[in-house]
């Protein structure tokens, strides 16, 4: 007989910790702030311009500043205090949400006399201010989080709460803009960020993890891709979040189905923009009772793959209430394999190496979702918008294919309380 005492599950066990609860309220706002300027920008953009391609160029417009800092940004991370980078990046993007306010005034004449370009650089700028704080934002996190056996828990609360934002964000910024206009719709973007840079600063301040081995920036850069092209389960895991999100997102052409497909306006563009959130909101808090361990890279492949299903048939779709749907489950679908690859990079990840980890997973992940509406805007100006969706999610069938026979060690890998950093 076993007399070892089983550990209870706790699913509230990280929010009985009052700085991770000041953490996830700073994410909800900032959060809540990004959705719903993305929706409002979105909208504007395409307003002005009734260019399917101009909504490419948005996701084109932060994901090539993001990526071309993100190692640096991963560094950084490593080597200067995590929560002074995050205050920084976030002080940058309340000047981004003021300028975009601003540019929608009375007053204001920079609009008219050079159209959708400042936009354009707004973005840019903000793109610079995320590369900065992907990094920082999740290395921060562990420190707040004495036991890594809450890791998994902790993860699926902030997954949670970056997932009601989404879901709570569009729908608000839909809803504003529609009802009482785009600067109001502005003004609520920049209140959220300014709550979300308050509450960043009432965190106190954490020293940077011990570094085992000290080096200078180039050899540290080095040592972080080296671990993640090393580690075939963290570089397949990633590498097929990447392709899925690349290839098989259709967020950038929601404000065309919105309004030329399924004709419901910006506030039916503000419930397509949430309904990938309410499945990512319900799955990610069955997920908090119920984590997943056993066979987590077999579930991983099969939910990556009804994404790729739901999105198809999304772009099929010619009915509102059925394209809401879909997207409710591309959501749950995705929030299963997002928890997964996040528990693995914070398990697997010495700490003093996390900021450049997730600086190789942000161009891995985060610059894709800017890339995919990139490529999703640039195929729908060649074939149209339900051609770009659909094929997107054929291609993500296809990578789920050859990534399920080529990585074993992600088809066989269990979420165990006993897997180590390596």
């Known amino acids: 007989m076993n007399d070892k005492p089983t550990r209870r599950h706790d699913p509230y066990a990280v929010l009985r910790l009052p700085e991770f609860r000041l953490y996830i309220s700073a994410r909800l706002c900032i959060t809540l702030a990004m959705q719903i300027q993305a929706v409002v920008v979105g909208w504007q953009i395409y307003a002005i311009t009734n260019d399917v391609f101009s909504l490419g160029l948005i996701g084109l417009a932060e994901a090539i500043p993001s990526i071309f800092v993100s190692l640096y940004a991963g560094y950084v991370a490593d080597t200067v205090p995590r929560k002074r980078i995050i205050v920084t990046v976030v002080a940058v993007l309340m000047f981004c949400s003021l300028a975009l306010l601003y540019f929608t005034m009375d007053i204001s004449r920079v609009l ?189 492949l099969w939910c990556v793959a009804g994404f790729g299903l739901s999105l198809i048939f999304f772009g099929l779709s010619t009915s509102f209430w059925l394209s809401l749907v879909l997207l409710v489950l591309s959501g749950a679908f995705d929030s299963i394999s997002v928890i997964i690859r996040s528990t693995l990079l914070h398990t697997l990840t010495p700490e003093y190496m996390k900021g450049r980890v997730s600086s190789v997973n942000s161009i891995f992940i985060g610059s894709s979702n800017e890339i995919g509406a990139f490529r999703a805007g640039a195929m729908a100006k060649v074939m149209g918008a339900v051609p770009s969706v659909v094929l997107g999610g054929a291609i993500t069938l296809l990578v789920v294919g050859v990534t399920a026979l080529k990585a074993d060690k992600l088809r066989k890998l269990d979420l165990t309380p006993e897997l180590e950093p390596v």
Not at 173 to 187: E, K, R
Not at 192 to 217: R, T, Y
């Open 112 to 300: 008219p006399l050079y159209g959708v370009l400042p936009i354009y650089v707004v973005i840019f700028i903000s793109g610079i201010a995320r590369g900065f704080m992907g990094p920082a934002v999740f290395s921060f996190m562990p420190q707040l989080v004495a036991d890594k056996q809450l890791y998994a828990n902790a993860i699926t609360w902030s997954s949670t709460t970056w997932q009601a934002a989404s879901l709570v964000g569009p729908a608000l910024g839909g809803l504003v803009y529609g009802f009482y206009g785009i600067t109001a719709a502005y003004a609520v973007d920049v209140l959220l960020v300014l709550l979300s840079l308050m509450a960043f600063a009432l965190i106190g301040g954490k020293a940077l993890p011990e570094n085992v081995n000290p080096q200078n920036m180039v050899d540290s850069l080095r040592s972080g891709l080296r671990f993640v092209f090393g580690n075939q389960v963290i570089l397949n895991a990633i590498s097929l979040d990447m392709f899925a999100v690349l290839f098989g997102g259709a967020v950038a052409l929601l404000p065309v189905f919105a309004s030329d497909i399924l004709l419901v306006g910006p506030q039916g563009l503000g419930f397509l923009r949430a309904a990938p959130a309410v499945g990512s909101v319900a799955m990610a808090i069955w997920m908090a009772y119920h984590p997943i361990t056993l066979k987590a890279g077999k579930i991983m």
